[in-house]
């Protein structure tokens, strides 16, 4: 029998929220791919909850962030209790205030997510081949090749220039190329169920249950009454993944958390142990991974499913640029430099706050129950607290700066620098990213006389870059820490290629030369 034969540029494996995002950030380039996933469709589950800042920063590019935010709940308050009493409430609605246009957590279920970006994808023409599952891929120098089957039983090959490994913690793409992902595995068994429950709590707070042994937690769902609630089996639980009983889960959450509370409808549950691991490379020649193929964590912090986003935001467009050979494909060794570090980061961080939450020692223990309960709303309104964990959840903080991308003469005497996102702020009342929707470069010139600036730059790299010249507000000149006319260079995922007192234009053909390598 005939093997039949599909070329492309980027075939994605895997359609979760990883797959997705790389499809529709390749759609905004006009890039042709094809994605598989084995499975039938979008999943069901709600899995991931939290959206942060980063992530609603990347929707918005989609035109999909205000739907998602239209149909969660934003996370406003976090209210502790230690044995059914309330003993501290934490007010995280302003958190992020100025840092961006979305200043707090999203609570959207990973179910919607998938939906919003799925349809953002049939809305424009694309689809992902549903029941396809990869087999097996060998590479070139020129191309990848790989066998898929298809929901018919069909075996077809498929030919791309590129292949992106977005196939979950188990990646069959991982292990095919060799990859180490070292790590471990917690020892205890985390559980998860959504359900209804009655209690005298108000459905407006994320509620935390501060237990001597562990801590769970109660996420506010859309609909009345709906919580998804995360929490963890003690130490001398021996049973493993798929032996416990729904019984079991909520006799535990009964037992730890001493709330009168009746559990009702419950829609989802599961149990599970937590990895925590990395890979140690994010691509091999023309491969690369990205999602929970290439990383897998705590729940800590909700992490997850936005680090997936962003990760394949961070690839579309150097892929996309490459392929249409605006760009040398020296620049693709700059994702596995950037979101590799991010990810040991990320394993560590996330370590560190499970740790906080679920240790049986007794200094966090009292950590835990006594002294953050008291403290929380204090240390939350510190400035310098605000300042740092805001942009650490939200995932607004990360930044590139050692990346060969990040070109920093000059920089010495701003306060933001090469290599870091584009940071908040409103022009004439809107927010700065409004006008960073287009996927291209974009070099902004903030000065005092915004009539007289001249716009010569569109003329040779006018396919690949915008040009905006902006108001120097005293907002610019605090956030940039200077107040004499500058420019910043931002590449498509708005992070600063570089920043500079000069404003002549030798400064970008030399960056879009020697760093991006334009011809
Ligand atoms: C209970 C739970 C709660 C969570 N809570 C959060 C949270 O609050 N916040 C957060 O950010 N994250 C959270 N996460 C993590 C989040 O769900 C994952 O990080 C996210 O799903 C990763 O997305 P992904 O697209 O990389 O991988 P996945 O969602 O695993 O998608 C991989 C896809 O690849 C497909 N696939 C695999 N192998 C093949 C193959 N050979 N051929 C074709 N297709 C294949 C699979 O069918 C699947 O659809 C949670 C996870 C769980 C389980």
Known sequence: MEISTKQTDVL??????????????????????????????????????????RTLEIYEQLDIAEKAVSQGTIAGKVRMLVGAKVRGEVDLSHMGQGLSQYPYMLVLEQSKNERLLYDYMQAHGKDVLWQTELESFLQTDAMVTA?????SGESITIEAKYLVGCDGPKSLVRHALGLGFEGSTFERLFYVADVQIDWSFPHNAL???????????????SGEKRYRIVGVFPEDFNKDEGETLY????????DESQIDLNISHVNWFSTYKVHTR???????GRCFLAGDSAHVHTPAGGQGMNTGIQDAYNLAWKLAF????????????????????????????TDRMFNLVSSSGWLLKFMRTVVMPALA??????????????????????????SALSKHDGNEEFTIKAGDRMPYFLVDGASIYDKLREPKFHLLAFTYNVQTASNEIESDYVNMLDYQ???????????????????????????????????????????????????
């Open 147 to 151: 066998q898929v089957k298809t929901a």
């Open 12 to 53: 994605i494996i895997g359609a979760g929220p990883t797959g997705l995002s790389l499809a529709c950030q390749l759609i905004r380039y006009d890039i042709d791919f094809i994605i598989i996933d084995k499975s039938g469709g979008v999943t069901d589950y709600s899995k991931a909850l939290g959206v942060h800042a």
């Open 207 to 221: 509620h935390v249950c501060l237990a001597r042994s562990s801590g769970m937690a109660f996420f506010p769902m």
């Open 247 to 254: 019984e079991e889960i909520e006799q535990r959450i009964k």
């Open 377 to 402: 709303q204090y240390i939350i309104n510190l400035k310098v607290v605000r300042n740092s964990f805001f942009p650490f959840i939200s995932q607004i903080g990360i930044s590139y700066r050692d």
């Open 469 to 519: 010249v902006l108001p120097l507000s005293p907002d610019v000149a605090k956030t940039f820490g200077t107040d004499k006319p500058f420019t910043v260079l931002l590449r498509p995922d708005n992070y600063i290629g570089f920043i500079s007192p000069k404003t002549s234009l030798d400064e970008v053909e030399i960056y879009l030369k020697q760093v991006i390598g334009c011809s």
């Open 278 to 284: 990395h890979v140690e490379k994010f691509s091999s």
């Open 322 to 349: 490459v392929l249409q050979g605006k760009a040398d494909t020296k620049i693709l060794d700059s994702y596995n430099q950037e979101r590799l570090k991010n990810a040991k980061h990320l394993v560590q961080s």
